[in-house]
Each structure stands twice: as C-alpha cells, then as structure tokens.
C-alpha cells in the first residue's frame, strides 16, 4: 500500500532458504537482546515480543512466507527512527534469521490470550463498518507492521494517518484521503511513499486480492485510528 509499505531503503528482494538452526544461533547472539522470543529464551523488550506479533494461525495471508519476508524486510529495512540498525545480519545470515523466526515465532506465552502486535495493539473498533475493518486487521496480517499508537514499526502507523499530508518519493504530495487509501489497498505498489521501499505490501496483500467492500471497511478504520 503506497502509504501503508513496509521498509526503507531499496528493495533486497524475496527472501529464500535459510538454515533455521544457524538462525536460532544468530538470532539469540545478534537478536536476543531486545526482542522476546520463547524458543529462543530471550526476554528482550527494547524491540517488539516476536511471539506476540506473530500469534494466530499461520494461514491465508498471516503465513509463514509472510512472516519470513516482514522479518527478512526488517532487518535491511528497519523503521526510520528505530533502535535497531540496518543490516545487523545479511544475505544468507539474515535468510536464517527470518527462517528461523518465522517457524517459531507466536507460539510462546505471549501469543496466548489478548494479542499485542509488532506495532501495537488491535482494539474492536467501534461498530458498523469499522468493526468490520478492525477485524481485517487482524485477519489481513496487517497488525505485524502497522501500529495504532504511533509507533514506527516495519510499515507506517494507523494512527493519524487519515486526513494526513502524505509525501511521495518523486516529492508529490497528496492527502491521505478515502480515494487515496482505496488506492492505496487495491494497488500497493503505484505511489510509494517517500522512505518506503516498493514491493513489500504487495508481496503479502497482492494487487486485487482485498474486495473494494473490504477496502472500504479498512478505510473507516483507520479513519477511527485519529
């Protein structure tokens, strides 16, 4: 989504392979320290819990795949103002990180009961079609990189994004307004925002996969998200 992508920087590409057993190695060496992971032991809590972001089935759009690629994203690509620097393993490295994470991640305890995200936390939304949007929030994996609190996470926040002035990479600006974010869902990758990569929203959500009715209902969610 053009307002919504995840990453900064240039596109490094699909993630493949990856040794899950090196990447639990690195990952508790490199990774440990500030993220919270049960299979890993570690208690980190200057990044996001990891199991929290990731709990939930592994299915439809919120897959392993996807969960591979927003880790492996991350690491090239981490938020513009975060604590975590760029490149903290690469190429086969930072495959294995994501490998690993993405077979392990949401099973710990803090996957269990009421989900915190990698960026915050889904609340019900209010009624009519924003509780229906706040649903496809969860469902649409969209909780692993947008928060509502206006944190920085791997994609932009929720949280005061409708109404906004949103600058673009060749410096157009347009206001983030119902006929933008319908764009913006329907075809992720044809206005990116300025500091976002293109190609990473629109390998989870492809173009065409979310009905204009459920892009509607997003839409007067985050409209809710001030």
Not at 158 to 187: C, H, M, P
């Amino acid at each position: 989504m053009a307002a919504l992508s995840a990453g900064c920087g240039g596109q490094t590409g699909i993630a493949k392979g990856g040794d899950i057993s090196q990447g639990k190695q690195l990952f508790t060496t490199k990774c440990g320290g500030c993220h919270r992971l049960a299979d890993a032991g570690s208690q980190g809590t200057t990044g996001p819990d990891l199991d929290g972001a990731f709990a939930g089935p592994k299915e439809q759009h919120f897959k392993l795949s996807t969960i591979k690629q927003v880790v492996y994203d991350q690491i090239y690509h981490p938020a513009p103002a975060g604590l975590m620097p760029a490149k903290i393993v690469t190429g086969a490295d930072a495959a294995s990180v994501a490998a690993y994470v993405a077979s392990v991640a949401g099973s710990g305890a803090g996957s269990q009961g009421a989900k915190p995200t990698l960026t915050g936390t889904t609340p019900a939304g209010g009624g009519g079609l924003a509780a229906t949007g706040a649903k496809l929030y969860d469902s649409l994996g969209c909780t692993a990189c947008h928060s509502l609190t206006g944190a920085k996470g791997v994609g932009p926040t929720f949280k005061g994004l409708y109404g906004s002035e949103v600058q673009f990479s060749n410096g157009q600006t347009v206001t983030a307004n119902d006929a933008y974010l319908l764009e913006s869902i329907l075809d992720p990758d044809k206005q990116i925002v300025k500091g976002f990569a293109k190609g990473i929203m629109s390998a989870t959500i492809p173009p065409g996969s979310v009905s204009q009715a459920n892009a509607k209902a997003l839409i007067a969610f985050i409209k809710s998200k001030k």
